[in-house]
Nanobody, 116 residues
Framework: QVQLVESGGGLVQAGGSLRLSCVAS????????MGWYRQAPGKQRELVAD??????TYADSVKGRFTLSRDSAKNTVYLQMNSLKPEDTAVYYC???????????WGQGTQVTVSS
């Protein structure tokens, strides 16, 4: 019913920037709250930026560097990542939650690699 298509990952030098995009499609795609999570090799998936209980929440490790934004007309959420560090290297996943009901959807993930 809901599909999430991610893009924008890639290889970037430390200190550089990337912008990830996630486009939601399907039934009532505008009724989704979307955020970003990441998983590094050997580590658990962790929150990067999401709207939790109505409040945009960032991981401490990315505060001041990453920004979550949304273009409602395009059913798209973005993660602007600045001042990237090698420790930001991970697979980044888009997550969507219906604002009515409990359905959760995940994107396929996009690789972000930051070289030192």
């Amino acid at each position: 019913q809901v599909q999430l298509v991610e893009s924008g990952g890639g290889l970037v030098q430390a200190g550089g920037s990337l912008r990830l995009s996630c486009v939601a499609s399907g039934t009532m795609a505008t009724l989704l709250v979307m955020g970003w999570y990441r998983q590094a090799p050997g580590k658990q998936r962790e929150l990067v930026a999401d709207v939790l209980s109505g409040t945009t929440t960032y991981a401490d490790s990315v505060k001041g560097r990453f920004t979550l934004s949304r273009d409602s007309a395009k059913n798209t959420v973005y993660l602007q990542m600045n001042s990237l560090k090698p420790e930001d290297t991970a697979v980044y996943y888009c997550k969507a939650r219906r604002i009515i009901g409990s359905s959760i959807y995940w994107g396929q993930g996009t690789q972000v690699t930051v070289s030192s």
